[in-house]
């Protein structure tokens, strides 16, 4: 394959010259060298955030699969278990979620507006929400400990009559299922933090705002999975212990 | 979401608040719905309210329905692939009553 | 490399300096364990999979040495983990790695114009947890193992073992995402970093075969995380998910584990396929007939390959008609793969061919992966497969395919790109000698296999009845060659490295772009970023078409050579 390597006139931008716009395409400079040009390295990093949410995707992919396959065979048991979910609860940190992602959604329509202080504003309640979710967790989740519920040896069968040991398996996933949505959520507050860090200190500005984009975009993905997860979870009995 | 170098594309405000307002409602109805007994039919209307909500927050609130046909590809390619883990593991354990 | 010297006293100082290499820039520990250069970290995954597929190597012969004869010489437990282990180490710390982390990483952004890969400090975290996933297999193969085999069936896995199942699975699920950011980074790199001029149809197929590796690392490995996990969970606070006792289910686990390990063999195998182009194309010096054919052949093989899973549950209690649906696709999936054979004999047709080592093991990756992908079609005939699943006869099947073919890929990739990557010749002779060493000592393993799985001798057993000794023997007389065959290239590429002949940029006159920088590279590949005008493997005229109303080729053959 025949090469014309660029001459001396086109050279890419000698290292540390980050803000020389004396890059190949003419467009502004990376500050990542190994790319040509602000606009590939943008454009690469928000792939690589859709990749990893792809990836997130199967990983939790696999827990609904589990539990289709388990609520197709125990349809009583996983009616009757659910109805033991706090489905106020998770009602309210759906709702939480659900803001959340407005804030977020707002802070980067902030720093695409220039607008520092709402945009830090916004950063900071998004991280709030996403705290109180994971508060309201923690109660659910000693609601269950002290209700015996807890899928494991000290698990509570009598609770559930005949199906009490595939109660014991809708408790696992809901575990599994929410503990893993958790994790993420804490790492989502990790990555708020530092959202934030770099906001304050200006790092964001309607030419360059892709790192707030991406977090952006996996904050959203993490409400997304508990779109899915708080019908398929808490309203599964809902009709039994609601009306 | 930058479509043009050094020009963010800027989504006018109603278009965020409209979404959140609809996720609101359908927050709301998805449970108002599932207090009803509809037999077989509470699993695909909670499922449909749920895919409704997740589309306007992938469409909107990640800005995909601005993005390009590449980012468009891999977030249908992510959720064809959990379909067909979740479809075909199920079409085993449904069909093996069949016989 | 030339050092420092000076002329004597009175005459102008000459300083010849060595030139500035990837190697040479910066020395130092801190330098390699710390680098973001693509280069450096193949290197540093080169040596860490060499290190794991000697523990797997020795794994093997202790079984192998067990089953020279038909008693037991270990105590059944000890067998068990034997097989576990070397299942678990050659699979996840060897195959699936080997030619994406050494091969790959270091010739992809060179391949496509680029600098370095797109996320180059991921690239170091990807090998960061390729190492803890192996301190975690290393702290359980010293402790005592696992005798689960590598496929940590349920509930054996999670409820009965007492080996150490927990940590292993760990070990496994941090090992995953060191693949799933390997092929994360490649899938950025080949969209986003490709050179001006660098159309996908002007792509090497080894980037192709990369490409396609990492969609299915991406899609793939994060189910084999989760399920892996809920293992671990299972057995750390007993939350009983795959517990038949309360209900749980065997099945649905192996539907979960097969849903990434099917393609987790194409994962081993792809690469190795896109090595095998390269090294065809530059050794018959023509053009890989039918480009296209291949490309979309590897992509059908990625996208084929996640929709076969249940081949490996016909015998679970899964539905007979899951079953035939399987069956029906897992015979389609072998039509890619013969399209590219077919496509590389008639590359081979009217080549210039040139028999070096990397070509040794190319041919010898053909043949074998064919007889490997031929008994794959046998296994895929539910009613054959009944008969011989669990049998030594998917054992000769799998090893045809990942030490046939994949291992032999690896390797001529490895002499291949060998003078590019080090500046150094390896030495002919005692590779080629090694090379055939390789082909007789594997398929004298292996063969026999097909014939023990066929006159029933299970997998998995260390004892066995008697008529199967000879066999047996066979098999392991044949591993003692193979092993020979492996100890003699790890001699003589360490030897090349100080001693071995000073390589140019372009050895072997091949076309592709790593051979257009020198040999070994700079730390940023390229002066400046090249354009790209010509397709992939421009080695002569485009092949003559044949057939009616054509010239036919005939004795014109030595019109059509053409120097270039």
Redesign the interface.
Known sequence: ???????AT???APHGASHAHAT?SG??APT?????D???Q???E???M?????????????????Y???R???PE?FLLASSKLN?RLG?VN??VL??S??T???SI?CA??SKRGLMLMNIVLTGLFGATFLVIKYFEYSEKWHHHLM???T?NYAEFGQWG??A??FF??Y??MTG?HAFHMIVGLGLMTWVFIKARSGHFT??R??GM?IS??YW??V??VW??L???LY?LG???H?? | MSTHPGQPHVLPLHIYWGVFFALVVGTIGTVWVATFDLGPWNTPIALTIAVTKGLLVILFFMHVKYSTKLTWLFVAAGFVWFLIMVCITMADFVSRSWL | MSTSSLMPAGAAPVIATERETYLNNGYGWKSWLFTIDHKRIAILYLVSISFFFAIGGAFATLMRLELATPTADFQSDTYNKLFTMHGLVMIFFFLVPSIPAVLGNFLVPIMIGAKDLAFPKINLLSWYIYVVGGLFTLYVALSGGVDTGWTFYTPYSSTYSSSHVSAMAVGVFITGFSSILTGLNFIVTVHKMRAPGMTWFKLPLFIWAQYATSLLMVLGTPVLATTILLVALERLFHIGIFDPSIGGDPVLFQHLFWFYSHPAVYIMILPGMGVINEIIACFTKKRIFGYSFVAFSTLAIALLGFLVWGHHLFISGQSPYAGIVFSFISMLVAVPSAVKVFNWTATLYKGTIEITTPMLYALGFIGLFTIGGLTGIFLAIISVDIHLTDTYFVIAHFHYVMVGGMLMAYLGGLHFWWPKMFGRMYPEFPAKIAAVTVFVGFNLTFFPQFILGYMGMPRRYQVYPPEFQLLNVLSSAGASILACGYIIPLIYLMWSLKWGKKAGPNPWNAKGLEWTIPSPPITHNFEAIPIVTEGAYAYGPPPKVLGPGHDSPGPHFEEESVEH
Request: no cysteine; glycine share 4%.
């Open positions: 394959m025949s090469t014309e390597p660029i001459l086109h050279a890419a190949v467009l502004p990542a060298h190994h790319f040509v602000l606009v590939q943008e454009e690469a928000k792939l690589g859709w990749t990893f949410l792809i990836t997130e995707v199967m990983f939790f992919g696999a827990l609904f699969t589990a289709t396959v388990y197709n065979m125990y048991a489905w009602g759906t709702l659900i803001v992602s407005l977020m959604a707002m329509r695409q507006t899928p494991g040896p698990f040991p595939q014991r398996i696992s996933l575990f599994a893993l309607p030419r705002y892709a984009e952006g975009l959203h993905f409400d997304l779109i899915f708080f019908p398929m309203l809902a009709h039994h609601l009306a």
